[in-house]
């Protein structure tokens, strides 16, 4: 061609170019750029000189042909819109823009919208069982697409992040707009991780709404759906608000210390306002006031011998700077009827809720036995608050590995009473892992420091339980205990292991996917090679489908599928085998440890057996039942006969091209 014909090189083309001449009634390929051989993988100096339909025999139905006809006859540019193209060798969804170069030659130009449409069709999929999910775990779902970079929130989602349901198109910033610096790092190192590993992710974060102040802490979840070359294209994703529950710990933790460590009466005072936010009943009781007085209260104005001043500079500092980790002195406070009592005071920085605070202790020294009957009241509210937790909580001695004090919630969820709980170790109900790796764990365990994981529990009926645990080591009265609390979170363990289930699983037919497959095939691939034993691949087609499906209808052709696919699966159904659907009317079936004479007789197996169906085909050339046709392969691992998992699949795509050239309804092994 010259370069008056083409004005630019097609290789320079960013779309699939390809052009014909008109030549004896037929169209003949004249040219063919770079990308256009790479879309439909086959050689440029293979196709010039040969007829269209020689190539691509599908054009006619595809609608290809009749629109270069035209676009030859009249002059005039045509656009064949989105359409799926398939023939024997290749089939994926095209766009084609046609039309006349001055030399009277016919260019088509059009794009490969394979990747695209599959994804829309699984978007759609997984948008069905998402909104199902959310319907029985009351979650938010989302989606990204990390081809194009869109994202898609349920109405569930847009809620929970405090906005109207779907009042703006989502992006990956804005959710990160909602998150903290430090959560923000984080997350995307477990996004990033989860995609090398092919896992799911967890993360937790808090987000605080501006408007009111508002705290919120949310669970975030997710996994990577990945293309044939691994490659990560679609993220899915639920979005769980734990708010309550966090709060509830965090509650119960911050309260069970305070009170553990109290002279009586126990104070919370902002860090940033100087104001009471919490006073105990027998703070309250003391000095006479109620909460609401006291929270607009600072508390020099109970320090008569005090100024605000010097209770900054010689009590509150100290603690900010973290020169000391508490004070300790003794006082006077003024009650609202103006009398004064002796107060023994400790002042600790602690943060709770999320947000820095003074709490104090305090002891009125004047009065012992008031004392006592207010410890035994702040007892009380503890052990209350204990008991009424959602979640398990418990103190653990480490050294017997026994529960010296637990709450209703922990041996109720493990079926267990009160007493039988506490005869039991933790390594009764741990389920992964034993006694002594518990203990061992144990003692590894620093004084204050913060765990939490992921484990199982079983009940006293053999149940098991999905638990996350959060564990303290804490000194009591001198000695080590462990603070832990657990919750249950096997509904959400459920609802993830869906996730992944029908992320192998083709849906219309229920039988392994095309990802199940080739992690299949590979851990396959590398056990018969370490054992050299032999591997066989089964390849299926069934026989003039399309007709098939043209016939009788999309419905009709997705039931006989289904019914295809129940036979061969039933058909080699023994240990290690597997039967996947490789792509539209093709399966595959992998057999371990099994040689070719085996692989043919399973092949002949599923021909007999999908032929006794008597499946009515209406047009077939062949029968008047459906049929199949299929080829096989093996690699013996002894002699090497084959150097790859690509090269058997090859082998077997070989061996099935020659049996429907044969005539079809057989089956033929590969042959050199």
């Given at each position: 061609m010259t370069h008056n014909v083409y004005q630019i090189p097609i290789d320079a083309i960013p779309l699939n170019v390809a052009v014909y001449r008109y030549i004896d009634n037929d169209f003949v390929f004249v040219d063919f750029n770079r990308q256009a051989e790479q879309t439909e993988q086959i050689d440029r100096s293979a196709l010039l000189h040969k007829k269209l339909l020689e190539v691509f025999p599908g054009v006619k139905e595809f609608g290809l042909y009749e629109v270069i006809e035209e676009v030859y006859r009249?002059?005039?540019t045509q656009i064949l819109d989105k359409g799926l193209y398939q023939d024997d060798r290749l089939q994926g969804w095209r766009k084609n823009t046609v039309i006349r170069l001055p030399n009277q030659d016919v260019m088509t130009l059009y794009e490969d919208l394979t990747a695209i449409k599959q994804l829309e069709q699984e978007k759609d999929r997984r948008q069905l069982l998402l909104e199902e999910a959310q319907k029985i775990a009351h979650l938010g779902s989302w989606t990204w697409n990390m081809l194009t970079d869109e994202i898609e929130w349920s109405d569930e989602v847009f809620q929970l992040f405090g906005e109207s349901p779907q009042s703006f198109k989502p992006t990956f910033d804005r959710f990160l707009s909602y998150l903290k610096d430090a959560d923000r790092l984080a997350l995307k190192r477990a996004i990033n991780q989860a995609i090398e590993t092919k896992t799911a992710y967890q993360f937790e974060h808090c987000i605080q709404f501006s408007s009111s102040g508002r705290i919120v802490w949310l669970l975030e979840s997710g996994q990577a759906q990945y293309d044939e070359k691994g490659q990560a294209v679609m993220m899915l994703g639920a979005v769980q608000d734990i708010t309550q529950q966090k709060q509830a710990l965090d509650q119960l933790q911050s309260l069970g210390f305070i009170i553990d460590n109290s002279f009586n009466e126990v104070y919370?005072?902002?860090?940033?306002?100087?104001?009471?936010?919490?006073?105990?009943?027998?703070?309250?009781?003391?000095?006479?006031?109620?909460?609401?007085?006291?929270?607009?209260?600072?508390?020099?104005?109970?320090n008569p011998h005090l100024s605000r001043q010097q209770l900054i500079d010689q009590i509150l500092t100290p603690l900010i700077?973290?020169?000391?980790?508490?004070?300790?002195?003794?006082?006077?406070?003024?009650?609202k009827n103006g009398t004064e009592y002796d107060a023994?005071?400790?002042?600790?920085?602690?943060?709770?809720a999320g947000k820095p605070n003074f709490v104090v202790m305090a002891n009125d020294i004047s009065e012992a036995k008031k004392k006592d009957e207010?410890?035994?009241?702040?007892?009380?509210?503890?052990?209350t608050l204990f008991d009424l937790s959602p979640v398990g909580i418990l103190l653990i001695d480490p050294a017997t590995q026994k529960a010296f004090e637990f709450n209703h919630t922990a041996h109720q969820q493990l079926g267990y009473t009160a007493k039988e709980f506490a005869k039991l170790?933790?390594?009764?109900y741990e389920t992964i892992e034993t006694s002594e790796e518990v203990a061992s764990k144990i003692s590894q365990f620093k004084l204050g420091e913060k765990i939490s994981f992921a484990t199982q529990h079983k009940t006293k009926k053999g149940e098991i339980r999905d638990v996350r645990v959060f564990v303290q080591l804490v000194k009591l009265s001198g000695r080590p205990a462990l603070f832990s609390v657990f919750q249950d979170i096997t509904e959400l363990k459920q609802y993830e292991r869906a996730l992944e289930e029908y992320a192998y699983i083709d849906p219309l037919t229920q039988i392994a996917n095309r990802r199940q497959f080739d992690q299949t095939f590979e851990n396959e691939w590398r056990r018969s090679e370490r054992n050299h034993t032999p591997l066989s691949l089964i390849m299926i087609d069934i026989d003039f489908f399309k007709v098939y499906n043209d016939i009788l209808g999309h419905q009709a052709g997705d039931t006989c599928l289904q019914q295809i696919a129940k036979t061969i699966h039933t058909s080699a159904s023994r240990a290690g085998e597997l039967t996947a659907r490789y792509g539209g009317e093709e399966f595959v079936v992998l057999l371990p440890n099994n040689d070719i004479a085996s692989a043919e007789?399973?092949?002949?197996?599923?021909r007999h057996n999908i032929a006794a169906l008597k499946l009515p085909h209406p047009d077939s050339d062949i029968s008047n039942y459906v049929t199949i046709s299929a080829g096989y392969s093996v690699v013996d691992f002894v002699n090497k006969t084959i150097d790859s998992r690509s090269q058997l699949l090859k082998q077997a795509d070989d061996a099935l091209y020659k049996a429907k050239k044969a005539g079809r309804n057989r089956a033929y092994p590969y042959k050199n």
């Open positions: 009249t002059g005039e919370v005072i902002d860090a940033e306002t100087f104001k009471f936010t919490y006073l105990n009943q027998s703070a309250l009781m003391n000095l006479g006031y109620s909460l609401t007085e006291m929270q607009t209260m600072t508390p020099h104005e109970i700077t973290g020169e000391k980790g508490f004070v300790t002195h003794e006082t006077r406070h003024l009650r023994q005071v400790r002042v600790q920085r602690m943060q709770l207010e410890t035994q009241e702040a007892k009380d509210r503890y052990q170790r933790v390594g009764d007789k399973m092949a002949e197996i599923i």
